[in-house]
């Protein structure tokens, strides 16, 4: 069982930036970590993943260039640093883990995170 808990969440201005970490605990049988939001209304999005035995990296179009999606050096850390925020970026994040991925999608077992609220104002 894996047990993923994030942090770093908050509010910031349109332009600023900030970075969640997801830190990862218990057995894990994972070969793929991600970020995800979920905006009020909306569906949950894939935002940025990561193979973590490989380090290819995947990302939204929405989030290129702005978003990067990096491991800690024990690969039990995940972060999602967030550049250059917009009123959009505005969503509940949660880190996520999964038995395989192909690109933004997970498949296999899944694990989930509690989530991290960004807000982004004007």
């Known amino acids: 069982q894996v047990q993923l808990v994030e942090s770093g969440g908050g509010s910031v201005q349109a332009g600023g930036s900030l970075r969640l970490s997801c830190a990862a605990s218990?057995?894990?049988?994972?070969?793929?970590m991600a970020w995800f939001r979920q905006a009020p209304g909306k569906e949950r999005e894939a935002v940025a993943s990561?193979?973590?035995?490989?380090?290819?990296?995947f990302y939204a179009d929405s989030v290129k260039g702005r978003f990067t999606i990096s491991q800690g050096n024990s690969e039990n850390t995940l972060y999602l640093q967030m550049n250059s925020l917009k009123l959009d970026d505005t969503a509940m994040y949660y880190c996520?883990?999964?038995?395989?991925?192909?690109?933004?999608?997970?498949?296999?077992?899944?694990?989930w995170g509690h989530g991290t609220q960004v807000t982004v104002s004007s």
């Open positions: 990561i193979y973590t035995t490989r380090g290819n990296t």
């Open positions: 218990g057995y894990t049988d994972t070969t793929c």
């Open positions: 996520a883990a999964a038995a395989y991925c192909s690109g933004l999608n997970m498949g296999g077992n899944k694990y």
